[in-house]
């Protein structure tokens, strides 16, 4: 009887265990993903019971919008501009604080800071030194000559503004990524660079970069992600609203989505663009694998 | 930048080898990266600008609306800091933000913590059948966002009649794929293989190692997860912000309520962000130092 019941527990425990994440999950993280591409194919609004299958109309209707090309547009030049400086700056950190320092905490502490703040408060705190009138940013500018910039009307300023806040908030995350990354380089290579006269820049070059290489390809492929659902940043800047500005000059494809959906309650448009979305990320995810696979090869 | 950086004293110039030897004699590890002055005025630069922004919004929050003006623009604090909070908490329900934000972080930092221990120790440490399969399923979702998939979820908590309750917006968040990893990769190493046999010799249930062998090694895994998880839903936003009202918000719905309702009166918004992260930055305080190993670690893993 005991030892049926041993063997019971040893059978039985390892599904009990799994089995809050993966039914919370089913239910709640993948269903909804697999249903949005059901409700994508229907006329499906919160105010009517009847959903009527159209086929691929919605997506019809997407391609046809220009405000979603404007959308896509507007979430592609900000991920480009908040990306690779937000990258190049924490790779030039990490690689600082990949030396002998003192005070190591204080300096990591201070990378985590902006990413503690919530983002609703980056968007306040930097609508405001972005400020047309009183903002510091602004007075800044003056002291060296320029005149006031309305770094919400423009397409390319307003983006400016927007990466900044995601260039701040992330940077140090991402340098404390690579830190980590550099780390279990061995010190013997830089040794052994350094004794054959090669410059910290050379070092950075030459020897971290290409070994770190998988772990800057991760934080490409999450920084598209996170670059894909950019939201409260322009949905706050200046108090912009779900329109992105006055006209549409930052709206991204998140603000998008949650007009069509939460604005509109067009259910079967918003889902349309959320599994865009999706195949957008399934095929950066891809590609990101295939980079890792020919890295590991050669 | 190579005649600012001599990283080897000019003096030496006997041959390579020796001086390796000498100097490693001294320092073992590293002993020619030292930093070089300049390196330290780059990160006193970085840290100005790292805290700076967080500096602003709490002269902002204690300054009359219409000292804003100033050229040059006030760079100490003022003195209306408790009237402009007073003025947060008469504006918009932030008291009750602040209360819903602590009762749906602190639920679903529990729930992800238990959860995640749970199946991070099966993963790591009991065999069973399409556990590779299994575990490979945990992190491919890890990299989805949920984001994408609100539409069901809202349809879902429509059906549910759980609009504007604070369940709907804790439900989607209960179980974490990130959490299952990070707690399984910890345990895999830091709990003895034997230790459980033994315990199994003695006559333990699974339950019983769990709760007596594995719970206290996972400790300070467990504390890193919860921080990294409380601080996750406490920022979170979106999701929130499809689910709740203005009337029973999260600190992050009210502050954007404040946020739209007021566009110029920054004193009240920049008060409302700087008592809304003011909460973090305590925690952070108290335990940045876990909390970034915790990152590094699980960066090293990922």
């Not at chain 2, 040059?72 to 009750?96: I, Q």
């Not at chain 2, 539409?151 to 439900?171: E, F, G, H, N």
């Not at chain 2, 830091?190 to 190692?209: H, I, K, Y």
Request: contains cysteine.
């Amino acid at each position: 009887m005991k030892s049926w019941l041993h063997r019971a527990d040893v059978k039985a425990s390892p599904y009990l265990y799994i089995s809050p994440f993966f039914l919370l999950f089913g239910l709640l993280g993948a269903f909804p993903l697999v249903y949005t591409a059901w409700v994508s194919l229907h006329d499906w609004s919160l105010l009517e019971d009847q959903h009527t299958f159209i086929g691929l109309q919605n997506y019809r209707d997407l391609f046809a919008d220009s405000a979603f090309w404007n959308a896509l547009g507007n979430t592609a030049s900000i991920w480009v501009i908040s990306t690779v400086p937000q990258l190049v700056f924490a790779l030039l950190l990490a690689h600082i604080l990949n030396n002998r320092l003192r005070g190591q905490t204080l300096w990591r502490t201070g990378l985590l800071l902006p990413n503690v703040t919530s983002v609703v408060a980056v968007a306040i705190i930097f609508g405001q030194l972005f400020g047309r009138d009183y903002g510091m940013i602004n007075w800044v500018l003056g002291l060296f000559g320029f005149g006031h910039v309305d770094w919400q009307a423009g397409t390319a300023t307003s983006h400016i503004a927007i990466s900044v806040m995601i260039i701040w908030r992330w940077t140090g995350y991402n340098a404390l990524i690579y830190l980590a990354a550099m780390q279990a380089v061995p010190d013997s290579l830089h040794e052994a660079a350094i004794l054959d006269g090669a410059t910290s820049m050379q070092r950075l070059r030459r020897i971290t970069i290409p070994s770190i290489r998988p772990t800057i390809i991760f934080t490409v492929i999450v920084s598209t992600i996170g670059g894909l659902q950019v939201f409260a940043e322009p949905l706050v800047f200046g108090g912009g609203g779900l329109t992105g500005g006055s006209d549409g000059q930052f709206q991204t494809l998140a603000l998008y989505l949650y007009q069509a959906g939460f604005g509109r309650f067009d259910f079967g448009y918003a889902s349309a663009t959320a599994w865009l979305m999706f195949l957008i990320i399934v095929l950066a995810a891809m590609l990101n694998f295939l980079l890792i696979r020919r890295i590991r090869r050669a | 930048m190579s005649t600012t950086t001599p990283t080897v004293p000019p003096r030496t110039r006997r041959p390579v080898s020796e001086v390796y030897k000498q100097k490693t004699r001294v320092r073992p590890i590293g002993f020619i990266r030292r930093a070089h002055p300049l390196t330290y005025l780059t990160l006193i630069a970085f840290l100005f600008f790292s805290a700076f922004p967080l500096y602003y919004s709490v002269i902002v929050a204690s300054m009359d609306n219409s000292a804003l003006g100033q050229v040059p623009p006030p760079l100490f604090p003022g003195t209306h800091l408790v009237e402009n909070v007073r003025r947060v908490f008469d504006t918009v329900a932030f008291g009750k933000a602040l209360l819903n934000s602590v009762i749906v972080s602190s639920v679903i930092t529990f729930s992800v913590v238990l959860f995640s221990s749970l199946a991070g120790f099966a993963f790591a440490k009991l065999r069973f059948r399409g556990r590779p399969g299994l575990y490979v399923a945990v992190i491919a979702t890890m990299m989805v966002p949920s984001q994408l998939g609100v539409i069901p979820l809202y349809m879902l908590m429509a059906k549910w009649q759980l609009i504007d309750t604070l369940y709907a917006v804790i439900a989607p968040s209960l179980v974490s794929a990130f959490g299952v990893f990070f707690m399984s990769q910890f345990l895999s190493s830091a709990v003895p293989t034997e230790l459980l046999e033994a315990g199994r010799v003695d006559g333990c249930t699974t339950m019983g190692l769990f709760w007596h062998v594995v719970l206290p090694i996972a400790r300070p895994a467990a504390a890193v997860l919860g921080m990294l998880t409380f601080m996750n839903a406490w920022n979170d936003f979106f999701w929130p912000l499809v689910v709740l009202t203005p009337e029973n918000p999260t600190v992050q719905v009210s502050l954007s309520t404040v946020a739209s309702g007021y566009i110029t009166d920054y004193s009240l918004t920049l008060t409302g962000a700087a008592l809304a992260t003011m909460p973090l930055i305590v925690v952070f305080a108290l335990l940045g130092k876990q909390i970034i190993h915790g990152i590094m670690q699980g960066a090293l893993k990922g």
